[in-house]
């Protein structure tokens, strides 16, 4: 499987914007990129995927460039309630995920 | 419509042990999955099922047996605990293998201490 880089902590304050970047170089072709979001004694929930260019949801926005070998997880207005674990995967079809770390993201009053 | 439910919610054995973890999906889902986490730490691939009857090791099986009997259950049995096993364990499943645009639920998790 295919790996992943993202920072391993990042602070906020409440109602900003939350930016995460993630590198995946070896990205094969039928991979999509998929980010979960884990609070503290929960199982990982899902938040976003693409496979290419932007895409929004009620949530957060997914910035994917041309090459594909990095992409931004982008949280608007960030408050308490968004802190979390978020981690930066890849799919392919046969549905296996490969956790990292994943990036903390604490965001403050 | 329960999604993905887990049961002990927490669990102590002592070492040599045996255990059974239930998981249990209502969403008719194809796919189930097992994984581990440790503190600190993301989660890793125990034993992934793609079907009743069908069954496949992922990252790291040793130590824990699973079955498919039925779509909506996906048993974890732990042969003989022991202390590295002491973790949390979620479970998760999904609609159609190949689907890309399905994604995995995952239930609340067990957390299992091994004394």
């Known amino acids: 499987l295919a790996k992943t880089t993202q920072p391993i902590s990042m602070d906020s304050y409440e109602g900003q914007e939350v930016n995460i970047t993630c590198s995946h170089n070896?990205?094969?072709?039928?991979?999509?990129i998929t980010w979960y979001q884990q609070f503290p004694s929960q199982g990982p929930r899902f938040i976003i995927q693409g496979y290419k260019t932007k895409v929004t949801n009620e949530v957060a926005s997914l910035f994917i460039p041309a090459d594909r070998k990095s992409s931004t997880l982008s949280l608007p207005r960030v408050s308490l309630s968004d802190t979390a674990v978020y981690y930066c995967?890849?799919?392919?079809?046969?549905?296996?995920?490969?956790f990292g770390a994943g990036t903390t993201v604490t965001v403050r009053a | 419509n329960a999604g993905v439910t887990q049961t002990p919610k927490f669990q102590v054995l002592k070492t040599g042990q045996s255990m059974t973890l239930q998981c249990a999906q209502d969403?008719?889902?194809?796919?189930m999955s097992w994984y581990r986490q440790d503190p600190g730490m993301g989660l890793r691939l125990i034993h992934y099922?793609?079907?009743?009857?069908?069954?496949d090791q992922g990252e790291v099986p040793n130590g824990y047996n699973v079955s498919r009997s039925t779509t909506e259950d996906f048993p974890l049995r732990l042969l003989s605990a022991a202390p590295s096993q002491t973790s949390v364990y979620f479970c998760a499943s999904s609609g159609r293998q190949g689907a890309s645009t399905d994604t995995q639920y995952f239930g609340p998790g067990t957390r299992l201490t091994v004394l």
């Open positions: 070896n990205i094969a072709t039928n991979d999509y």
């Open positions: 099922s793609v079907g009743a009857g069908i069954t």
């Open positions: 995967l890849l799919r392919s079809n046969d549905y296996k995920l490969s």
């Open positions: 969403m008719n889902h194809e796919y």
